[in-house]
């Protein structure tokens, strides 16, 4: 009526304007009359010919208003009826809770999974892992509830658990990931060198006795063992099996140990296990890969590479064997002459706080450049030196041996000598961030690597290396590597510099205690035979009465653990490394301690270990487990940004791994991560006393059937909650896709926008239009709104799942 009445007054006020003007008319004729009314008429007939078409626009769009309302009138019922099926026919749990963590809806579905009288109970009661999901927000997780196992979707907002069943789904990926395939190959190490004097029935009996053992242990896992070279054998079998030798701890190095030990051979195995979802001709390389580290590690060990884990290392109970052949080591000294002749100059670097080994080491290798006329540099910065070196090399170097203080330079020196043919030979490590200088390692284009410790994961990226763990130091090696370096002119060596060489054979075996082979005496007889002073090496070594009076303080506090394993762990702050060793070694003297830790503050960001045992325990595993490594029987670590106490417990747990699990195994709830083991409340099967660890460190639970049945509520709850943040979030998604919302903006001369759109803006016009709110953080645009157009907005509002609507920018 209201568009009728504009209408009516906007003719009557032409008519009347016609009205006024008439006067001011003159027509000479009747045609000109005519023609001006039939003009004016043709006026009127445009302006309602335009308001009518205008008028059919609108009632077509009123029509199709009027034809969707009635379709979603229609369709509205329907659509009741399918959201009551989900709610209550589909085997979909959905819980709701109020504030207070209390149930007050359940679809009959989650009454199935869990309680029929659950209603009105605290969440906590029903299933506390879905109780602390809750608390925690965690959106998606998985349970299990009576033997089943549910993906849950938690809403937040909303309060709302959805629960979906995917026993059948984690079935088959548990079923998938144990039949994932591992490769391992097997070395005897040692057998010809130790049969060799055995008659022929003598070697053909101990040899069946090996293979017999080894094939024994492979057929309790239902692997395959093939022999396809003298001395060497590849087993597969699937990831299933490998789990439970390395539950089983690969038994087979102590059958085989124990072997030998009958025999009176030093026989030993090392085997690389590889498992990875690839092709067999890769999972052939990572299990050579393997076995060559195990070798490179002195043997007698297992080194297990599974896919997304860190590398394993299993055994290494007994020291490495000394190979009885010279062969390989006169080949090796002329491998590193050729090197060392086709560079330009040499620089001979060891590591950071270089102690008597390691300088010993490096005058060595200076004379070995000398002897191939080459220029040879010694890295000394003198503030990386340790303490006795550093007093060695002021007191006496300094004064006593020119030709070195001549050829020793400092890093900054030592860089500028770098060109593209520089050879840099590292000695006594093999970690590239333990070396004195690393810009001197990033700079140099050629690496030989000479060290008696056993390789680590962390290697140098070198174009040759002779790494021997089977030594007592590097300047066994060293001296043996100058026997055969000139075969034409003996190299001449002080009795001075034999001296400092003697004096790292002692500090590296604690006076011939640890890793000490014949080689080992035959090299400290040359070095006395080039003049070495074993009194001056004495006097040395000698501790000053400040220094031992610390140590006999230190070890006032020392703790006893599992009966064997002393710990000697201080709060104050000590800086040398040497007295952590001098405080290990002393502990180990105490009758009944097989193994000896030192353990103190170094600096602010850095806790120090150094660790010294007897007999069967390697520390040098339990080091390399806290980011260290070492020998055997001598190892150390270096941990950052950790405390004292926090260093212990890690170090115990892996003691509690390697030796203390007696007892019957148990299983174990785990209430936190725990490397290695497991995620939070996964249930795993432990050795006894590792298992009693974890519960007094309050790490896990025992997995009694109360604690079972706890864990099993926790996790349906929680899985509950994440299924039903999904379905909601796909119901919000339909909603809000095909959407769409209109901005007005002005617009400057230039075209350009006063002012710039923001989210915040674009939610708050959504809102408004479709009654729907959308957290503005979640909201992105295609492009940058910078002028008048349409634009697609999306919205994140789970990691799977996003919606679109469009953004209508008009000019105001």
Known sequence: MKRWLILIIAVLVLGFSVYLYLPYFHFDSTQQMLSFIFLLGSFVLIFVASYAALNVQNRQKVKTLQNRLSMWTKLSYHVN???????????????????????????????????????????????????MAAMNNKIQFMIQVKNETYDVTYRSEFKFFYLFNVTDRELVRQRYHEQIP???????????????????????????????????????????L??????????????????????????????????????????SISMGIASWDVNYEELGIYAQNAVELAEKRGGDQVVVNIQDQKIAYFGAKSDASAKNSRVGVR??????????????????????????????????????????????????????????????????VKAQ???????????????????????????????????????????????????????????????????????????????????????????????????????????????????????????????????????????????DLERTLVINKLLDHIDIYLDRFGFVITSELYDDRILLAQVADAALQISGVDAAFMIARMNNNTVGVSARSYQNINVQILMEALGGGGHLNSAAAQIQNASVHDVVDQLKNYIDLEYGGG?????????????????????????????????TQKKGLLATEEN???????????????????????????????????????????????????????????????????????????????SVGIYTATVTLHKDIKAQFEVHIIEK
């Open 401 to 543: 041996l020119p030709h070195l203080v001549e050829s020793s330079i400092n890093s900054e020196l030592a860089i500028k000598q770098i060109t593209p043919d520089t050879l840099l030979i590292v000695v006594d490590t093999q970690s590239p961030k333990m070396v004195m200088n690393s810009e001197i390692l990033s700079k140099v284009n050629k690496v030989i690597v000479i060290d008696h410790h056993r390789v680590s994961e962390e290697s140098f990226d070198a174009i040759f290396s002779f790494v021997e763990p089977y030594a007592s130091s590097t300047v066994e090696l060293m001296m043996e590597l100058l026997n055969f370096y000139n075969m034409e002119e003996e190299i001449k060596i002080s009795a001075l510099e034999a001296t400092i060489m003697y004096s790292g054979l002692i500090v590296d075996t604690n006076n011939f205690a640890y890793r000490t082979g014949a080689r080992t005496f035959e090299v400290a007889a040359k070095l006395k035979d080039m003049g070495a002073d074993v009194t001056e090496v004495k006097l040395w070594l000698r501790r």
């Open 182 to 224: 591992a490769l391992g190959i097997i070395y005897l190490d040692n057998l010809d060198e130790a049969i060799g004097s055995m008659d022929v029935s003598e070697q053909s009996s101990l040899k069946g006795e090996y293979l017999a053992a080894i094939a024994d242990w492979a057929n309790k896992y239902n692997g395959f």
């Open 81 to 131: 009826q399918v959201g009551d099926e989900v709610f209550n026919e589909l085997p979909i749990g959905i819980i709701a809770l109020d504030e207070d963590f209390e149930i007050k809806w359940a679809n009959p579905h989650a009454k199935t999974i869990f309680d029929s009288k659950m209603m009105g109970k605290d969440l906590k009661d029903v299933h506390p892992q879905l109780h």
């Open 226 to 267: 093939k022999p396809y070279a003298d001395e060497r054998l590849v087993v597969v079998l699937y990831r299933k099996q490998l789990d439970l030798m390395i539950q089983d701890r690969f038994d087979i190095l102590d059958k085989i140990r124990m072997i030998s030990t009958q025999n009176h051979v030093r026989v």
């Open 708 to 786: 079972l049945a706890a864990l099993n509520k926790a996790k349906e709850e929680a899985f509950e909650a994440n299924q039903r943040h999904i379905d909601l979030m796909k119901k919000l998604k339909n909603e809000i896709d095909n959407k769409k919302v209109t901005l007005g903006i002005q617009i400057g001369q230039d075209g350009k926008l006063f002012g710039a759109v923001t989210t915040k803006q674009i939610v708050e016009a959504f809102e408004q239009a479709h009654h729907i709110l959308i957290d503005r953080k979640k909201v992105e645009l295609s492009s940058e709104i910078n």
């Open 663 to 695: 007892g019957e195994p148990v299983k174990v709830i785990l209430l936190e991560d725990v490397k290695g083991k497991g995620k939070k409340d996964d249930v795993i099967e432990v050795a006894g006393g590792y298992g009693q660890f974890l519960v």
């Open 331 to 396: 080949i090796n000294a002329q491998t590193i002459r050729d090197f060392i002749e086709r560079s330009s100059n040499v620089i001979v670097m060891g590591h950071n706080q270089a102690d008597l080994d390691a300088y010993g080491a490096m005058i060595a290798v200076y004379h070995m450049a000398k002897a191939s006329k080459k220029p040879a540099w010694i890295v000394v910065d003198e503030e990386k030196l340790d303490k006795t070196v550093q007093k060695i090399y002021s007191d006496i």
